[in-house]
């Protein structure tokens, strides 16, 4: 640029000669302009000296000379040159997008405070949002790591006259499912307790399942390392005892030692050989970190027995309302073949991922939704902030549109605006999410399944793509629509400062929807607070505070005999009432509210049921003494059982 053509003098000598007193920024704005002018006609091929003569021409047939030299004239005819003067500088270069950024940037250096509370406010919605969307996305929206997993069903019992709509599978049952047509394969399990006992390290309880040795094909998963149980081999009852263990156990346990294959685990005192290691985070179907191969034959169990668990892989094109049906006939067929066993029994499909997700689903889901309001009120108070700022700059805009400027180039400059103020928001959102989702996965109090594969990666990164694009089309438009009205020049010339109807009425709105929503948000969070605070103060019959549990499984030949095995858990917990600071201690087999073993029962003095199986079912725990003082518990009659008992 020539040193001779200086933009900022241009512009405050034509502002003091045309008697209108400007803000810094809408000078700044001006002198930006007139650079483009002067840039485009440097492209356009003029040398500086005819480059400065268009500019400045310009610059004398802006509002500036139109204000002192046709004050007189009719409004008609002050329109009408302010359009020739539009139209012939439209032939020049429009706003440069990096000039409209420049020019955002320094004016938000000279309102520091507004940027910095616009940019904090859409960055709390974005985090929010981008948090919870990854932990939704992780849990909820991904599809099993396992092949074809929308064909993965689980299996339950379910029996209408006792209330039960999830309860575990007789083995016999299932093996009649598992020859139903529907079923491409299908594979059952069951938990026993399992102490692994390692020369040299100290021994641990690790979660195990015992389970058919097709479970991997069933799910399309195999081993990383290792064969893992042979595929096409037995289903159960193979003399073989082999394990497959988990990556977790591979890693933390073994410290990742390839020659694990084939080498003996104790578990409970029995060898066995490991004949896999599965893939990092694969622990079906929760938290296993060793899976054996079944040892008894399911068709010689008991069909009263409910005690497994199951998988199925429906055939291909078979949906799971066929399968349902199928299920049906042979429940019903069952029923009639076996009614003492089987009277009043049917079963359940579930589609896998339902099935892993429970009651998070809706949870996740809610969540969701309260902070996608969060974020829809945090971005109506950004529209409104940023509206409030545009309609204080009617005369800025009125000067920009005198001098020529378009109303593209205005929207550009509006657009630019507000798309700082959205790549700030979303950057800072963004690293919000990243800084809490960790400690969000480290403090959840449950166990929420596939959580700690929650990342801010790819899709994330999109969500915050599409925030920045759809705020800065709306945070930049708006503004532009209420601005550019015919009247900015008449605005101009006799100084008003009002904004119109319609912008008061945008306003109105926005402000509006911002206090419904968080209205909306509020109720339903007191709601929620309310309810919980509710469901804390339910009596359980129990007092957990100050309670410690713990497990005692006692393995090995020594403890085959169950009075030697309860002479032992006795002493354990004789122990334990010695020690300091121990009010209470007892034992049980079964935790409060977990569903416990079930039996048919009878009353003395009243006839026993014509049939067994119209005899009454109670679910039970088996405890010691000194159990009900533990939990806190509080006869309603009686007494709590004794040692002497």
Same mark, same amino acid.
């Given at each position: 640029m020539s040193p001779a053509f200086d933009p900022r003098a241009t512009v405050t000598r034509h502002v003091a000669r045309a008697g209108i007193d400007?803000?810094? #920024?809408?000078? =700044?704005?001006?002198? $930006?302009?007139?650079?483009?002018?002067?840039? #485009?006609?440097?492209?356009?091929?003029?040398?500086?000296?005819?480059?400065?003569?268009?500019?400045?021409? #310009?610059?004398?047939?802006?509002?500036? @000379?139109?204000?002192?030299?046709?004050?007189? +004239? @009719?409004? =008609? %005819?002050?329109?009408? +040159?302010?359009?020739?003067?539009?139209?012939?500088?439209?032939?020049?270069?429009?706003?440069?997008?990096?000039?409209?950024?420049?020019?955002?940037?320094?004016?938000?250096?000279?309102?520091? @405070?507004?940027?910095?509370?616009?940019?904090?406010?859409?960055?709390?919605?974005?985090?929010?949002?981008?948090?919870?969307?990854?932990?939704? =996305?992780?849990?909820?929206?991904?599809?099993?790591?396992?092949?074809?997993? &929308?064909?993965?069903?689980?299996?339950? &019992?379910?029996?209408?006259? +006792?209330?039960?709509?999830?309860?575990?599978?007789?083995?016999?049952?299932?093996? &009649?499912? %598992?020859?139903?047509?529907?079923?491409? &394969?299908?594979?059952?399990?069951?938990?026993?307790?399992?102490?692994?006992?390692?020369?040299?390290?100290?021994?641990?309880?690790?979660?195990? $399942?015992?389970?058919?040795?097709?479970?991997?094909d069933v799910l399309g998963v195999g081993p990383q390392l290792g064969t893992g149980f042979p595929a096409g081999g037995p289903l159960f009852l193979d003399h073989e005892l082999i394990v497959v263990i988990s990556d977790r156990l591979w890693r933390t346990r073994y410290n990742a030692d390839r020659s694990i294959i084939g080498r003996p685990l104790a578990l409970n005192g029995t060898p066995f050989l490991v004949a896999g290691v599965m893939p990092p985070k694969f622990h079906y179907p929760d938290d296993v970190d060793v899976w054996q191969r079944l040892r008894w034959d399911m068709t010689q169990h008991s069909r009263e027995a409910h005690f497994m668990e199951a998988v199925a892989r429906l055939k291909d094109e078979t949906t799971i309302a066929q399968a349902q049906s199928a299920v049906d006939t042979l429940t019903n067929r069952l029923q009639a073949q076996f009614p003492v066993t089987n009277k009043g029994w049917g079963r359940r499909l579930i589609p896998l991922l339902d099935e892993q997700l429970g009651y998070y689903r809706p949870a996740l889901m809610v969540l969701f939704g309260a902070v996608g309001i969060l974020l829809v009120i945090g971005c109506l108070n950004v529209a409104s902030l940023l509206l409030t700022r545009a309609l204080s700059r009617e005369k800025e805009i009125a000067v920009r549109v005198a001098m020529g400027a378009s109303p593209r180039q205005l929207v550009v400059q509006l657009l630019a605006e507000s798309s700082v103020l959205s790549v700030g928001g979303a950057v800072v959102g963004t690293l919000a999410a990243w800084l809490a989702l960790p400690l969000l996965v480290q403090l959840m109090p449950v166990s929420i399944p596939r959580l700690e594969e929650a990342t801010v990666d790819m899709r994330a990164l999109g969500l915050g793509l599409a925030v920045i694009i759809g705020t800065t089309l709306f945070f930049g438009l708006v503004p532009a629509l209420v601005l550019l009205r015919s009247q900015l020049v008449k605005d101009l010339r006799t100084g008003e400062r009002g904004s119109s109807r319609g912008a008061r009425t945008i306003y109105s709105v926005l402000v509006a929807g911002e206090v419904a929503l968080a209205c909306a948000l509020l109720v339903a969070s007191g709601l929620l607070v309310r309810t919980v605070g509710r469901m804390m103060e339910t009596p359980t019959g129990v007092d957990a505070n100050d309670v410690v549990v713990t497990s005692v499984q006692l393995s090995g030949r020594d403890y085959n005999d169950w009075r030697k095995v309860g002479r032992v858990h006795g002493a354990i917990i004789d122990n334990l009432r010695q020690q300091p600071g121990v009010i209470a201690a007892g034992g049980t087999n079964f935790m409060p509210f977990e569903a416990g073993w079930r039996g048919a029962f009878g009353i003395e003095g009243e006839p026993a049921p014509a049939r067994p199986e119209d005899a009454p079912q109670v679910q039970y725990h088996s405890v010691s003494d000194g159990y009900f003082e533990s939990m806190g518990a509080t006869m309603a009659a009686g007494r709590a059982f004794a040692a002497s008992d």
């Open positions: 400007l803000p810094a #920024a809408t000078v =700044d704005e001006l002198v $930006i302009h007139l650079e483009d002018l002067y840039a #485009a006609a440097i492209d356009d091929g003029l040398d500086e000296a005819q480059a400065r003569g268009r500019a400045l021409a #310009a610059l004398e047939e802006s509002a500036f @000379s139109l204000l002192r030299r046709h004050a007189s +004239k @009719s409004p =008609d %005819r002050l329109q009408a +040159k302010r359009a020739d003067l539009v139209a012939r500088s439209a032939g020049g270069r429009s706003l440069n997008v990096l000039s409209a950024i420049r020019l955002a940037l320094r004016q938000f250096q000279q309102h520091p @405070s507004f940027a910095i509370v616009t940019v904090l406010v859409l960055g709390l919605g974005v985090g929010a949002a981008t948090t919870v969307f990854t932990v939704v =996305d992780s849990v909820v929206l991904r599809p099993l790591p396992y092949a074809a997993p &929308d064909r993965l069903v689980t299996l339950w &019992d379910t029996n209408t006259e +006792k209330g039960l709509a999830h309860d575990p599978i007789s083995p016999v049952n299932f093996m &009649d499912d %598992r020859a139903l047509p529907v079923f491409e &394969d299908a594979a059952a399990w069951w938990r026993p307790s399992v102490n692994l006992v390692d020369p040299g390290q100290d021994p641990v309880r690790v979660n195990t $399942i015992e389970v058919s040795g097709n479970l991997f």
